[in-house]
């Protein structure tokens, strides 16, 4: 199949216009943000909305700030203002590390945030990078909003915590003081999913490390993380005998399957290496020896 089922279609004006559209339209009623994901699944006809509401025209979901102790990220901001985003960059460099492997320019021109996290593909970067982040997502109904951290955001591949009248309106992100991060992806080729990705995120206390996120894409990790290699780090030194450590018990807790993209024991032997690599940046970053 190369052309979408019929569809009818409205152009939400604004949020509560966006959630009332889905009130009334009920089950069979998707968003359609950049529609990178949405819209290929419906050529395919693995998904089959009755009804696209396009929420392209919400501008107030299109920022990113900071808030506080939080930088706070707008669902329909596109990868390309992340990318541009010199705030985010400086705070959190796994998301220009993340972005700059997401895809091509033309899908990082239309599609959002908000998009990408909400398909939940298992091979997605940006959940992995959120979940490295320790984030929380802002999700809103006509009834108000509730804010859900990753773990509960994310329900399993191609399933989140959003209901069928709700939106995500935004994710926010604790800002550490002393902390830094980095994303590394291996890919078949420039622009294509990961084979692998693996990302860290690091504070210290001089040599200390006083917390870690480690988030994993393409791996089958629960959560898009490695909970068990996180809770390891906590308190330890910074240095290589700790990443090793570190980076084999992501090796040995992850799940991947073969695919046409490798193996299972390169998959395997790939979230090691690159956790590894991740943490040793994150390291060189917070201390200020890399940029
Ligand atoms: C050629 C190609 C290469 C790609 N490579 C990569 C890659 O390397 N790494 C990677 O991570 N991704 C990759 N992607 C995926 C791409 O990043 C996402 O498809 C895209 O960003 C999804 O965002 P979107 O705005 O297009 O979402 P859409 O397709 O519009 O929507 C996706 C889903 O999210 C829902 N949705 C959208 N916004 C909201 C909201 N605010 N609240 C609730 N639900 C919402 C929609 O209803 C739909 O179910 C690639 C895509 C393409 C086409």
């Given at each position: 199949m190369q052309v979408p089922a019929p569809v009818e279609y409205e152009r939400a004006t604004s949020v509560e216009d966006a959630l009332g559209l889905l009130e009334r339209h009920g089950s069979e009623s998707r968003l359609v943000a950049g529609g990178h994901s949405l819209l290929p699944m419906m050529k395919l006809r693995l998904a089959r909305p009755e009804v696209l509401i396009d929420?392209?025209?919400?501008?107030e979901l299109s920022f990113l700030r900071r808030d506080g102790d939080e930088f706070v990220i707008g669902a329909m901001a596109r990868h390309r203002d992340?990318?541009?985003?010199?705030?985010a960059g400086q705070l959190f460099p796994i998301l220009h590390d993340a972005e700059r492997v997401i895809a091509d320019p033309i899908v990082?021109?239309?599609?959002?945030v908000g998009g990408s996290i909400c398909q939940a593909d298992p091979s997605e970067d940006l959940s992995a990078v959120f979940a490295a982040l320790g984030a929380s997502a802002v999700?809103?109904?006509s009834s108000g909003k509730r804010v859900v951290s990753m773990?509960?955001?994310?329900?399993?591949a191609y399933s989140t915590?959003?209901?069928?009248?709700?939106?995500?309106?935004?994710?926010?992100?604790?800002?550490?003081?002393?902390?830094?991060?980095?994303?590394?992806?291996?890919?078949?080729?420039?622009?294509?999913?990961?084979?692998?990705?693996?990302?860290?995120?690091?504070?210290?206390?001089g040599e200390q490390i006083t917390h870690a996120g480690i988030g994993l894409a393409a791996v089958g990790a629960e959560h898009f993380r490695a909970a068990g290699a996180e809770e390891f780090l906590q308190g330890k030194p910074a240095n290589e005998e700790s990443f090793s450590?570190?980076?084999?018990?992501?090796?040995?807790?992850?799940n991947p399957?073969?695919?046409?993209?490798?193996?299972?024991?390169?998959?395997r032997h790939l979230a090691g290496e690159l956790t590894h690599r991740a943490l040793r940046r994150a390291a060189a970053r917070a201390t200020g020896q890399e940029s």
């Open positions: 929420i392209n025209d919400l501008r992340v990318l541009e985003g010199a705030e990082r021109n239309r599609g959002t999700i809103q109904s773990d509960d955001f994310h329900r399993g915590a959003v209901g069928p009248a709700e939106m995500l309106v935004e994710v926010r992100i604790p800002i550490r003081p002393n902390s830094s991060s980095a994303y590394e992806k291996v890919e078949r080729r420039a622009g294509d999913w990961a084979i692998v990705a693996a990302g860290a995120v690091l504070s210290l206390d450590e570190a980076a084999r018990l992501v090796s040995a807790s992850c399957v073969a695919d046409q993209r490798g193996p299972e024991d390169y998959k």
